[in-house]
């Protein structure tokens, strides 16, 4: 099991940029697949980006929405995966969630997919 804690979020100005962080608990956090999500009021809670390994290459994968302005990516070393956000919009208000789940590769983007979560942190871009 894994227990997940995010932290990062705040409000800032549309074209700020935010980085938050997933810190992860557990030896194994290398062989685990990270992900973030995001749930903005009144809304199911969507996919942003995936980040994976198949030996030593990195893959990752983000939902159009996030494609050029956020790039996900993990410190084995620190156990801690993070979402760099540039260029934040209005429509990026939401609470962000980290997820894990077992396993080295793939590009998994629902939320069923994931078995654990993270309590999520608030990002609110005022325009």
């Known amino acids: 099991q894994v227990q997940l804690v995010e932290s990062g979020g705040g409000l800032v100005q549309a074209g700020d940029s935010l980085r938050l962080s997933c810190a992860a608990s557990?030896?194994?956090?290398?062989?685990?697949?990270m992900g973030w999500f995001r749930q903005a009021p009144g809304k199911e809670r969507e996919f942003v980006a995936t980040?994976?390994?198949?030996?030593?290459?990195?893959?990752?994968y983000y939902a159009d929405s996030a494609k050029g302005r956020f790039t996900i990516s993990r410190d084995n070393a620190k156990n801690t995966v993070y979402l760099q956000m540039n260029s934040l919009k209005p429509e990026d208000t939401a609470v962000y969630y980290c997820?894990?789940?077992?396993?080295?590769?793939?590009?998994?983007?629902?939320?069923?997919?994931?078995?654990?979560w993270g309590q999520g942190t608030q990002v609110a871009v005022s325009s």
């Open positions: 980040i994976s390994r198949s030996g030593v290459i990195l893959y990752t």
């Open positions: 557990g030896r194994t956090f290398s062989s685990y697949v």
């Open positions: 997820a894990a789940r077992p396993g080295d590769y793939g590009l998994f983007s629902t939320v069923s997919e994931y078995h654990y």
